[in-house]
């Protein structure tokens, strides 16, 4: 149900050269619902590339297999995945430097290039692997073959950045002219924040004045842009204690002084960098110039959609030319190809996602419904308790029992989701206390790749004994809250602690105050919705097949007032309140007695 209504969607939306926004819940396909009539577009003339955007690995994976099995079904299409340089890179340093002439990959590359390009076009699929073994092979740069494949490919899978960030959209495709370019854009939802990142720059006194000091004397004219530079950011700093509150410090407009200085400094490192690696100071000096360039690019980009400030890092200095609505420099963006699809079980609502992701009026808007039978998900509301700031600390025994209750009605595996690491810990300590017998695992801030798996390797399988009850305490937003799938018995309950409003800071004041002058709700835009679509995304880490069954509780006394309610999925009616403990437990039993594995 719903995938042929979004294959036709975007269909239509590639032959007419629109934009389309969709809001497709988990289990419909969405992958292959926007692959297989973008690939036909495609064989019809009406799309001269496919560029599949997505910001995770997980979802690279799944549009290599979409494409896989449309080659399985007779579609003769090449496809590129296209990896980070610095992840990519085969030297220790990731790339982060990268210097032709002291590279055995790069130096000599167009020496080595076209057998590297004839033995790999045996292949249809150009992954990750598959060019790193090439590349090997022949010795040349993995990152410079991946790009030196794509104008021979059909479909591109790459991060939103090689499209929409100024400093790494990719030249040989949008530098100058429209392309007839299909651009497919997944979990687009998490599009908004990455392109306020992208379009955004900043420095640090800090990189300047420790690039002087490497410069010494040895080049003087670098030496004396530097320093004029730092002087700049001295004065940045008087100006957060004479203008600002004493740690930061707003201004509306961008410096044509500032950027003066920024310029002079690109000048003379490129002079100086014309000498080669030979200099002492060569990684750092290229590092700075790379920063310094981005910054300038964004500086260009400069308009009423865009505030400065200067914050104090404790001896530091920060300047930042911070993005408040993205949705011009990505409309700009999409006029590099000729359409636009943007989907996500989580795009919502949808007039929100169209303003800010460079979409006007007359743009295609839907929202399908869930595939899945709505009696497998039974939504429970404790919105008895508070877990505001101010009340946290009176409700961490409360949440502790409310989740006990939770699990105790059927064992299995449950994640519970919170809005802090503080405020995860707090319940962690009180429920490990209060229930022993119950397997707890907590995620830790800055969890490595193998710890990350450690933790979900907890929730591989089904449970080994009868009565195994396994709760992961993760924070919302993060790494758990959204791109894992866990499917059936791996998952069968979930607790979602706040409405997820993203922490008070500087920058959300800025996004609100600026919509608050347009007059559009600051508050809503700033915090709201990008806090239930993080709600949204953790619930839905439960049902994820047609199959599946589970619970999810949230736990708010905001959930229920209506700026929350009205952005409930329909799939998540009738809503089950509940008062305590006991009611959790009484609710889940008439629950769980209709599922047939429940005993």
Not at 86 to 98: H, R, V, Y
Not at 249 to 258: A, E, V
Not at 586 to 591: A, H, I, N
């Amino acid at each position: 149900p719903g995938q042929r209504d979004l294959a036709a969607a975007t269909y239509r939306t590639i032959d007419g050269r629109g934009r389309a926004f969709a809001q497709a819940p988990t289990g419909i396909g969405k992958t292959i619902s926007t692959l297989f009539p973008a690939a036909k577009a495609l064989g019809l003339g009406h799309a001269e590339k496919i560029f599949y955007l997505t910001a995770k690995t997980s979802g690279r994976r799944i549009a290599e297999k979409a494409i896989d099995d449309l080659r399985g079904g007779g579609a003769r299409l090449k496809s590129l995945t296209l990896t980070a340089r610095d992840k990519i890179c085969f030297k220790p340093n990731g790339g982060s430097t990268c210097d032709p002439d002291q590279c055995e990959f790069a130096r000599g590359y167009y020496d080595r290039i076209n057998d590297a390009l004839e033995d790999i076009f045996t292949h249809d699929a150009f992954t990750r692997t598959l060019i790193e073994e090439c590349a090997q092979k022949h010795r040349v740069c993995p990152f410079e073959f991946s790009l030196d494949l794509a104008p021979w490919c059909d479909v591109i899978i790459c991060d939103y950045n090689y499209v929409f960030d100024p400093r790494a959209f990719l030249k040989r495709f949008f530098q100058d002219t429209r392309g007839q370019y299909a651009f497919l854009i997944d979990e687009a939802h998490n599009l908004v924040d990455r392109a306020r990142e992208m379009f955004s720059a900043d420095l640090c006194k800090s990189e300047i004045s420790g690039l002087k000091r490497l410069v010494g004397k040895t080049h003087p004219d670098l030496s004396k842009q530097l320093d004029a530079l730092n002087r700049y950011f001295a004065k940045l700093g008087k100006k957060v204690e004479q203008e600002g509150d004493g740690e930061c410090w707003i201004s509306p407009q961008l410096s044509t002084d500032l950027m003066a200085l920024v310029h002079n400094v690109l000048r003379a490192a490129e002079k100086v960098l014309e000498q080669g690696a030979a200099l002492p100071f060569w990684d750092e000096l290229i590092e700075c110039y790379f920063r310094v360039l981005g910054f300038e690019r964004i500086g260009e980009l400069f308009d009423e959609h865009y505030t400065t400030y200067t914050e104090k890092q404790g001896r530091d200095i920060r300047f930042r030319i911070f993005c408040l609505d993205p949705a011009h420099n990505i409309r700009q963006a999409l006029e590099r190809g000729c359409a636009a699809v943007f989907f996500s079980a989580t795009l919502s609502p949808l007039a929100y996602f169209r303003d800010l992701l460079g979409g006007e009026e007359g743009d295609t808007l839907f929202s399908l419904g869930s595939p899945f039978p709505p009696e497998h998900l039974r939504l429970l509301l404790a919105d008895h308790i508070e877990t505001t700031y101010k009340k946290r600390g009176e409700s961490y025994d409360d949440i502790a029992e409310s989740i006990a209750a939770l699990v105790s009605q059927r064992a299995g595996n449950y994640l519970a989701f919170f809005p802090s690491y503080k405020y995860m810990e707090e319940v962690a300590t009180r429920f490990a206390e209060a229930h022993p017998d119950i397997d707890l695992l907590v995620q830790e801030s800055g969890m490595s790749d193998r710890e990350r798996e450690a933790f979900l390797s907890a929730f591989d399988a089904e449970p080994s004994q009868p009565e195994q009850y396994t709760v992961g305490f993760a924070v919302m937003g993060g790494v758990f809250g959204e791109g894992i799938d866990l499917v059936g018995e791996r998952l069968v309950g979930a607790v979602v602690v706040g409405v997820g409003l993203p922490q008070l800071c500087l920058e959300r004041d800025l996004i609100r105050h600026y919509f608050d002058e347009r007059d559009i709700s600051g508050f809503t835009y700033a915090y709201v919705y990008p806090g239930m679509n993080s709600v949204l995304q953790a619930a839905g880490r439960v049902i994820r097949t047609a199959s599946d069954r589970g619970a999810i509780l949230l736990v708010d006394r905001r959930f229920a007032q209506s700026r929350y309610r009205q952005l409930f999925p329909a799939s998540w009616h009738p809503v089950h309140s509940v008062r305590n403990p006991a009611h959790i437990a009484q609710s889940l039993t008439e629950f769980w007695c209709h599922d047939p594995t429940y005993t």
